[in-house]
């Protein structure tokens, strides 16, 4: 039902490939290079699409308040939210993974790619739904504040620079993004050198769902009843 | 058994005390009127009854669940028909019946043969593969019921049920209330449409500035009216009627309530002889529920 929404299509789907693009185009990069961070612009942007979304509109369509009138806890309704948003991402994806079948460009640990893919498509998704609980019934609203997340991330994030090359001060920055780790994570599938060991992204992913899981609950305890009023 | 209880429910919106003390108890089986002007508290004390809001103070009770600490067992055992649609236009009638269903923890089989049953009952079976955002007012709120009731719960909370229906729709839902009634079932009604609570109600409550001013059957309500007629008068012009005269002006007529006919319609003449107006119409009638709503918030002289 919100896959098809205007505001999913544009930022999930055409935002990152046109980002990619502005990027890529007119440069000598390997194509490891590039795939990996086209897979990693998806997974986050699409990630991210759907769940900010979902809570504004079923504020504005007063469906929220039928929900939350149901023997349903706030954590599965929030839950059921994350998981729709984290099968999006995940499916929209596996397009930038066959874009790089159809250049050749193969991962070397598929198993390592679609279990990083996976869960950070959880965290971008709880990080989505965490941003959508500040209490706005309109959409755009929440996803020009998701817009404001999103967009220093992918430059901070070493999809464009990779992390090694930045200044102190943008290292650190770096460490701080959830995307980073899966970038890393994505490079390493294709056979690049990551700059963290792998069990620490995949550490660091799932302490950052975990943390923006939690915090979405919280806050949209609190943003539920401004929704309905 | 008591179906709903509430004692001594208090809650505030930063400085607005919505609800000062709310008490009130249902019995199984009954319907219950829920009357009060807008912001009076009515949809507060639905939040709360229903699990969505918490009371700041006091405590609700539904078939025996203590709403704020057994919220999702609350939950179980009741229905909500809101007074807005809040059927997803996107979906057909069947998947906002079946998600609903789900919802409620239903099982497929379950839920099929019970969607089934409801939206025959309500005449929109036919439609069940159409999206609700083509429906009518009266076809979504027959939907609504029908999800209200999916999963047969003991107590139905219906928020103005009828309001802005046609009058085969409203004539239809007033039917099934009192069908579910007949069943055995506990119903909460908020309305503003006296004659339907009237018609419905076994009791009713009148909540005014988050109190409840009165508990009783339709009946003894209406009997609280400082008397028991109500005497219609239409004058030749618009007149102001004296304070002595428990009076209010409806349409081009005005209502004094009064004990004694007599007296109440020789005091009106006499009015009528000094102020120099004529009088064209007079027509005796018992208060209504309506009148006895007015008085009892004060707003009859």
């Not at chain 1, 460490?175 to 490079?187: E, H, V």
Request: glycine share 8%; hydrophobic share 45%.
């Amino acid at each position: 039902m919100y896959y098809t929404k205007g505001p999913v299509v544009i930022f999930g789907v055409l935002l990152p490939l046109f980002l990619f693009l502005a990027f890529c185009i007119g440069r000598n990069l390997s194509s490891e290079f590039l795939i990996a961070g086209l897979v990693s612009i998806t997974v986050f942007f699409s990630s991210t699409s759907v769940s900010p979304a979902v809570a504004p509109w079923e504020g504005q369509m007063r469906t929220l308040e039928r929900i939350i009138s149901c023997p349903v806890d706030v954590k599965t309704i929030i839950l059921g939210d994350v998981l729709a948003s984290m099968a999006f991402g995940f499916i929209i994806s596996i397009a930038p993974l066959l874009i790089g079948v159809g250049i050749k460009t193969f991962p070397t640990n598929v198993p390592v790619l679609l279990g990083g893919m996976a869960i950070s498509a959880f965290c971008f998704s709880s990080l989505g739904s965490l941003i959508s609980a500040y209490p706005s019934n309109l959409p755009s609203t929440i996803m020009m504040i998701s817009s404001l997340v999103r967009f220093p991330l992918v430059f901070l994030s070493g999809i464009f620079i990779p992390v090694f090359k930045l200044p102190l001060w943008g290292k650190a920055l770096a460490y701080a993004s959830p995307l980073t780790y899966f970038t890393d994570i994505a490079r390493y599938s294709y056979g690049l050198k990551p700059a963290l060991p792998l069990h620490v992204d995949f550490a660091v992913l799932i302490l950052y769902s975990i943390l923006f899981f939690a915090l979405a609950v919280k806050l949209h305890e609190k943003a539920i009843l401004v929704r309905i009023f | 058994m008591r179906a709903i209880e509430a004692e001594n429910l208090k809650k505030r919106f930063g400085s607005v005390e919505a609800l000062k003390g709310i008490t009130f108890h249902v019995k199984r089986g009954e319907v219950f009127g829920y009357l009060g002007m807008n912001g009076a508290g009515k949809t507060t004390t639905v939040r709360i009854l229903t699990g969505i809001v918490k009371p700041d103070s006091g405590c609700a009770r539904v078939m025996g669940f203590d709403v704020s600490e057994d919220t999702l067992r609350a939950k179980e055992v009741i229905g909500v028909l809101p007074e807005v649609s809040n059927a997803y236009p996107d979906l057909t009638a069947w998947q906002n019946v079946m998600f609903t269903a789900e919802l409620y923890g239903m099982s497929k089989r379950e839920a099929e043969k019970r969607a089934e049953e409801l939206l025959r009952e309500f005449g929109i079976y036919d439609r069940r593969n159409s999206r609700v955002r083509g429906f009518s007012k009266g076809m979504k709120q027959r939907l609504m019921f029908c999800m209200a009731l999916i999963s047969d719960p003991e107590v139905i909370f219906l928020d103005e049920p009828t309001s802005g229906l046609d009058v085969l729709s409203a004539r239809m839902i007033r039917e099934k209330v009192l069908e579910l009634a007949k069943s055995g079932k506990t119903i909460f009604l908020t309305s503003h449409n006296m004659n339907e609570v009237n018609l419905l109600c076994d009791r009713v409550a009148i909540i005014n500035r988050g109190k409840i001013v009165v508990i009783d059957t339709p009946g003894n309500i209406r009997a609280r009216v400082g008397g028991s007629v109500a005497l219609e008068i239409r004058f030749d012009r618009a007149v102001e009627l004296p304070a002595e005269f428990r009076s209010k002006k409806v349409g081009d007529k005005y209502v004094v309530y009064t004990t004694d006919v007599h007296e109440a319609f020789c005091s009106v003449a006499d009015f009528a002889r000094g102020a120099g107006v004529k009088v064209l119409e007079v027509n005796t009638r018992s208060p209504t529920l309506e009148d006895a709503f007015l008085s009892v918030l004060g707003v009859v002289n």
